[in-house]
């Protein structure tokens, strides 16, 4: 809804009484057996939200009616006809008066009201008062004359106007008196219905007739001449106004004081005249105000529920009288918040006795009362707790603990907790059992019985819930000695651990005891006795494994022997030897213990070809517990084979050997030089190569001291004993053949490669060959092909790569030709390269973005962040700039610096948190090498900080909306997520959420540092402004923003200045609506009474107490309270108190002051005189400025008299009150021509 007053804010025409009014004087028996007469009345509608009605219905916008919305609308309501709130209460269907003598005329209020409602979808029905004329006289139905002026009326209606139907009202004798229908009245009324219905249909057969109808049952036809069942197969639709106020039902519960039920008489009268019906569909009436003489709202449970119980006894809908007459918050949430669930839940035991309870409801809920216990069901006392609320979580905590094996009753009052919307909790206990149950062992380590335990062991005990010190009478007992082991204690949550002091004795049974009462729960429930027992380790270690393994050959003779145990172990005695088998002699040795490894290394090597034994005496080793080693042997041999060559490079019998070739032999063994010779032969000149030999490992390197000869074959010769492993055992002879280069080097690949395009001006060109290579004797040029001429380069040579560099950059977008000439290149050996010849073109496009860091649109950025922008390829700056702005535009100092393609942005201090940020790159700011143009460039992000999403923030309109219409001001701050937003920031992030829903764009939000507007003000106003308005309006605040940092006082508009306050309630009631409804509204009702409550300076006379208007007398001053409950608005609060004054307070006819405000409100009856003051200290009680004003005036009667009225002060204007008439309204006067009215003064007190 766009405001709570948004349907209701035109000024009253008319007497509530005077718009459908249907006089009853059918015998209606009340309490007290007397005939009653009452009026019936359809006026207007006010709600502002729809959460428990639909928005769609089969009915709208066809012929169909079913499921059917609908209200009555007077003519004078049209001009200011909320629509966007119609549509959200869902409503299809409008009545509204169109009868050839309404006021406006009924063309104006038809063609507006068709104008207003074009392409909702809501039907409009020509409201037509059928029998009774503007002075209130009844007209004979059967009378020939008014029915033609009728079928007249309707057909210039149902010709003129694209209307969906025509709506008869006072379709009927009045019911009383001589003016009782009878079976001809009946037969009057029927044939009259007949001839509308066949008129109409005869001009277009879709257009809807309807009628008004009494609802008094079998009654019906004989006081009014309405027969149901007859009227039914004329009509489209009938429309019984089961007005339950009017028939005594107006207690708040619905039933009257003789105790009839209101909700029940509905239901019952609408089964009636459904089952009388035929079939034709029945909308029933229902009344939205108390009744004709109170015109306070029903609340809007109440009126829903009149709503239930009209549909679930075969009602086709409803129809609500009237438009301006229905509580604020119909359709809003009306269901109680439930309990989903409660920890610890229903009679629940073992609870800890520390527990916090959390009770989870149905919805998000606040403090009503906040009456909630926790009850000690054994004494009958309430415990001491705090409570808090957490969105729909009620956290309930102890402020001691509770009473073990106790019952307590959690108990929630009604009313103690509520949800958002007011509705309060039922009655709600529930009970749950403190712990009775003692702590038991789950688990203990060592387990019971177990064996071979460590002896510096560490119990521990876990238990089956959290544990804390009884008497802690814990004991360790060795039960061999019988003495009790030392230990230290420690609990931490449900584990006990057991520290023994020093070491446990090997190969004893040990026995842990926890004496009852040593451990206990948080609750105090002692444990009982506990005993396990296990036996301390006296096992002896043994050998797992050994390497080398046992009788293993072929050991290098500098191993380093292992020996694995199968547990840890520590020194014995450590008579472990390493025996020469072949010399019977020991070695010396060195002997180290880590974990369950010995490592035993010989200190020098060992002999070839040998064997050996290792030994480890019994008791040389020993496991943790003492628990000693049997004797333990094992054998191994040294190497006796010699090595072998495993490859060799070059292979035997290769072709094309690089002259420079370094020659690998690998053996299948670690190896040294030996004593025989190695050799490089020339097989053509039989000549020896001068060479170098090194050795690494397994590996012998060969490096001839000169090239090689090419073209040339050669012998490599290892002679026997020339190479032995590192035992001694010697190669046999070897030799292998290779045969020296003597094939041309030829071009495997050339960067930039052959006809390549977009070749950077600065391009190094590198050419990769088939082998090494040197320079020969010709000409290597690059040749620029558009002007024929060489470029001067350089070239260098590593291994097989040619490199050659422009001396100077390249033209770009130009075609080069590289150039080698035959012989211009040889490999090592001088083989001549063949002529070669490539072609490439220098770039011409423009480098693009590749990557940036922080990405786009990327969140939660680092105040100190680097920008590292990645482009297609290396660039240099450009002439124009780099930059970081925010989102004020301001730009922040920077370094830049570019190393190949990425640029670097480098703010010269830390950013601001939580800021959207724009990298802005201009064209031209950046160029490739050949100085080809970046073309603009933007990317944005965000520091760390809170952002948000337009449907948190619409969330948080609403909540913002509801607090302002609940507390007549701004909160101090909305929370959104879990960041509080003040409404500076709010501001902000509304007008951005709403420009960017208009734009269709969907970016995230972060809220800025907004300071609040210097000193708000603003014009008083009520009144519409359009979405295209509001829309620039937002647009201008969210400049003022961005150029200010703080919020503005005010914003123009066609209403006058729009205060600061205002602002922020109406942007809210906008993306409420977009949040209800998906679509912005067409326009929004802007009430500043709501927000800006101050009375300005000129206007506080008119709130001061005088003598004959008594504003701080305790009398007045509870009634305005009692009056003004529950009225947000001050046009609300001024009218609720017109109201009553009118309603209440009969009328003395004398001269000047009798009274004064306090004796009129005893005596409850005045002249105009005493009527105004007391009316006037009323409004002056509730803070609403107010007035006298005299007048000479011409009644009703034909007499003039002089006349005093009240003016009262809201929405920024005087409004003139006469409260002496029923006939009149707030604003509206009746009962004596304004127009013709001598004025003679305004006064803040009275002086006569």
């Not at 002075?135 to 057909?155: C, E, M, R, V």
């Not at 926790?374 to 409570?387: E, Q, R």
């Amino acid at each position: 809804m766009l405001s709570i007053n948004s349907i209701s804010a035109a000024t009253e025409t008319g007497n509530t009484t005077n718009a459908s009014e249907q006089n009853i004087t059918s015998n209606v028996t009340n309490s007290s057996n007397t005939t009653i007469q009452k009026s019936m009345d359809t006026a207007n509608t006010t709600n502002s939200s729809n959460t428990t009605i639909q928005k769609s219905m089969e009915a709208a916008g066809g012929t169909s009616y079913s499921k059917v919305k609908s209200v009555w609308i007077p003519s004078d309501y049209v001009g200011s006809l909320n629509v966007a709130a119609l549509q959200n209460l869902g409503i299809t269907d409008v009545f509204v008066k169109s009868n050839l003598i309404s006021t406006p005329s009924y063309s104006s209020v038809l063609t507006a009201i068709l104008q207003k409602l074009k392409g909702t979808n809501i039907r409009v029905h020509a409201w037509i008062t059928c029998f009774k004329d503007v002075n209130g006289d009844w007209i004979d139905p059967a009378n020939k004359t008014q029915q033609d002026f009728l079928i007249n009326s309707i057909t210039a209606i149902v010709k003129n106007y694209n209307v969906s139907g025509i709506n008869l009202d006072y379709v009927r004798y009045s019911g009383s008196g001589s003016n009782i229908a009878g079976e001809s009245g009946t037969a009057a009324i029927t044939a009259f219905v007949q001839l509308v219905y066949n008129t109409v249909k005869s001009i277009n057969s879709s257009v809807a007739v309807s009628a008004d109808l009494m609802p008094e049952g079998s009654a019906n036809a004989y006081y009014y001449g309405q027969d149901y069942a007859q009227l039914a197969k004329y009509l489209d639709f009938l429309v019984p106004m089961i007005y339950k106020g009017n028939y005594g039902y107006n207690s708040s519960t619905g039933t009257s004081s003789s105790g009839k039920n209101g909700t029940s008489w509905i239901a019952s009268t609408v089964a009636y005249i459904v089952s009388q019906s035929n079939g034709t569909p029945v909308i029933a009436g229902l009344q939205t105000y108390r009744s004709d003489k109170n015109v306070t709202a029903i609340p809007a449970g109440e009126l829903q529920n009149d709503i239930n119980a009209a549909i679930n006894n075969g009602s086709s809908g409803y129809a609500l009288f009237r438009y301006g007459l229905i509580s604020s918050s119909f359709g809003m949430d009306s269901t109680i918040p439930t309990i989903k669930s409660i920890d610890p839940s229903n009679n629940s035991v073992n609870v800890p006795i520390n527990k916090v309870i959390k009770v989870t409801f149905s919805e998000p809920v606040k403090a009503g009362t906040l009456s909630i216990y926790v009850k000690n069901s054994s004494t009958g006392k309430y415990v001491p707790i705090t409570t808090s609320i957490n969105s729909n979580v009620l956290t309930i905590t102890l402020n001691s603990n509770l009473t073990k094996e106790t019952t307590y009753s959690i108990i929630l009052n009604a009313g103690s907790i509520t949800d958002l919307t007011g509705n309060a909790l039922k009655s709600y206990t529930t009970k749950f059992t403190t712990d009775a149950t003692a702590p038991t062992v789950k688990s203990i380590d060592p387990t019971n019985n177990s064996a071979n335990i460590a002896v510096n062991k560490v119990i521990k005990v876990t238990f089956s819930e959290p544990v804390k010190a009884g008497t802690l009478s814990i004991y360790l007992k060795n039960l061999k000695t019988g003495k009790y082991v030392t230990v230290t204690k420690k609990i931490s949550g449900n584990i006990l651990i057991i520290t023994p002091a020093i070491s446990l004795t090997k190969a004893t049974l040990y026995y842990v005891t926890l004496n009852a009462g040593s451990i206990i729960d948080l609750a105090g429930n002692a444990i009982k006795t506990y005993t396990t027992k296990f036996t301390t380790d006296s096992t002896a270690p043994t050998v797992k494994s050994i390497d080398p393994t046992n009788n293993s050959a072929n050991i290098a003779v500098n191993k380093v022997i292992k020996v694995t145990f199968s547990e840890p172990v520590k020194a014995g005695t450590l008579s472990i030897k390493l025996k020469n088998l072949k010399t019977g002699k020991y070695i010396s040795i060195a002997k180290k213990i880590s974990g369950n490894t010995l490592t035993i290394t010989p200190t020098s090597n060992l002999i070839k070809a040998t064997q050996y034994s290792v030994i480890l005496n019994a008791g040389s080793v020993t496991d943790l517990a003492g628990n000693t080693i049997k004797s333990y042997t094992t054998k191994f041999t040294t190497d006796k084979t010699s090595p072998t060559v495993k490859s060799i490079d070059p292979a035997n019998n290769s072709a094309n050997i690089p002259i420079n070739k370094t020659i690998k032999i690998t053996f299948s063994e670690s190896i040294k030089l030996g004593t025989s010779g190695i050799y490089l032969k020339n097989l053509k000149t039989g000549n020896y190569v001068l060479i170098t030999k090194t050795i690494s490992g397994n590996t012998l390197t060969i490096k001839p001291t000169n090239n090689l000869i090419k073209a040339t074959q050669y012998s490599l010769i290892l002679n026997a004993g020339s190479i032995t492993d590192l035992a001694g055992n010697a190669l046999k002879s070897y030799t292998t053949k290779f045969t020296t280069d003597k094939t041309s080097p030829t071009v495997k690949s050339i960067d930039p490669s052959n006809n390549s395009v977009n070749i950077a001006i600065n391009k190094t060109i590198k050419i990769t060959f088939s082998e090494s290579i040197k320079l020969g004797t010709s000409g290597i040029y690059l040749k620029n092909l558009k002007t024929g001429k060489y470029e001067f380069i350089t070239k260098t040579i590593s291994g097989n790569t040619l490199t050659i560099k422009p001396t100077n950059n390249l033209i770009k977008a130009t075609q080069y030709s590289l150039i080698l000439n035959a012989g211009s290149i040889t490999d090592l050996a001088g083989n001549a390269l063949k002529s070669c010849t490539t072609k490439f073109t220098t770039d011409s496009t423009a480098p693009t973005v590749k990557s940036i860091d922080p990405t786009n649109n990327s969140a939660n950025v680092p105040l100190s962040k680097v920008i590292k922008i990645t482009f297609s390829e290396s660039i240099k700056a450009g002439t124009l700039g780099v930059g970081v702005k925010d989102l004020t535009g301001k730009y922040i100092p920077i370094t830049t610096s570019i190393s190949g393609n990425v640029l670097t942005i480098t703010p010269k201090s830390n950013l601001t948190n939580g800021t959207l940020y724009y990298i802005v790159l201009n064209t031209s700011s950046v160029t490739d090498l050949a100085g080809n143009a970046l073309k603009s460039y933007n990317t944005q992000f965000t520091t760390n900080g809170t952002i948000f999403t337009i449907t948190q923030i619409n969330t948080a309109a609403a909540s913002v909306k509801s607090y302002i219409e609940t507390n007549n001001r701004l909160p101090n701050y909305v929370t959104i997520g879990t960041r509080q937003v003040t409404m500076p920031q709010f501001l902000q992030l509304l007008v951005t959420s709403l420009l960017q829903i208009n734009n269709k764009t969907n970016k995230f939000m972060i809220p800025c540092n907004i300071n609040a507007p210097a000193s708000p003000n603003g014009s008083y106003m009520y009144g519409n402004i359009v979405l295209t308005e509001y829309l620039g309006i937002a647009q201008n605040i969210h400049d003022y923003i961005n150029s200010n940092s703080c919020a503005p006082n005010y914003m123009t508009s066609s209403l006058g200045n729009i205060q600061y306050e205002s602002l922020v309630y109406m942007y809210s009631k906008i993306l409420n609506y977009y949040k209800t409804n998906g679509n912005l509204p067409n326009y929004v009702l802007v009430d500043s009474s709501v927000t800006n409550t101050a009375v300005p300076s000129e206007l506080q006379q008119y709130l001061q107490a005088t003598t004959n208007c008594q504003v701080t007398n305790s009398q007045i001053q509870a009634l305005a309270k009692s009056i003004t409950s529950g009225k947000t608005s001050a046009y609300d609060k001024a009218l609720a108190i017109f109201n009553w004054v009118r309603d209440k307070l009969g009328y003395s006819f004398y001269y000047n002051t009798k009274y004064g405000a306090v004796g009129t409100l005893n005596a409850m009856t005045g002249n105009c005189v005493d009527t105004a003051h007391l009316l006037i200290a009323l409004e002056r009680a509730a803070g609403i400025p107010a007035r006298y004003e005299h007048v000479y005036a011409q009644f009703s009667s034909g007499n003039w008299y002089g006349h005093v009225i009240a003016q009262v002060w809201v929405n920024g204007k005087w409004y003139n009150v006469d409260a002496t008439s029923y006939s009149n309204s707030f604003g509206i006067i009746k009962n004596w021509n304004t127009s013709t009215a001598t004025y003679k003064g305004t006064y803040a007190t009275l002086p006569f």
